[in-house]
């Protein structure tokens, strides 16, 4: 069983690991990858220098809407990044929000949103579209061999 379903994520998982990439002060940009996706490190070195002193808070992914009856406060119709890669900047951790509250289990990815949302305001968000064609989950294939990125079959 994978370490991220046996966790609390509204009281460990993503508190925690907005609360730590709070302490890295002189970090401009932190990339969350699922550990079965790959990112082409040109890509992200492209990303780093394009938005190098960016002034607004950055949030780079294959962004999705949440919908979210229950919690409309902090979840519903909020936007948040496709879990297999997403890259923001310093600008956006210094707003997270890492009291956000919400009711039920949820996706470690949308809580984050919620974090960004309810702390930063969507309007105040870049939302970047990411390059899928450097960006790689579950699987690698280049030119005849094929690379099975999924350790955990029902991954």
Known sequence: MQFYRNMWIRDYLYPCFARAVKN??????FIKLDDDALVDKDYIIDLV?????????????????????????????????????????????????????YIGPRNEDAVFGGMVSTG????????IRENDAWIWHKGYTSKNKHNDLAFIKNH
């Open 24 to 29: 890295f002060k002189t970090k401009e940009y």
């Open 49 to 101: 220098k394009k938005l190098s002193g960016y002034k607004r808070p950055a949030y780079i992914s294959d962004h999705r809407i949440f919908r979210d009856p229950w919690n409309p406060q902090s979840l519903d119709r909020v936007p948040y990044g496709n879990g297999k890669f997403y890259m923001f900047n310093r600008q956006l951790v210094k707003c997270l929000n890492t009291s956000m509250t």
């Open 120 to 127: 930063c305001g969507t309007s105040n968000v870049a939302y």
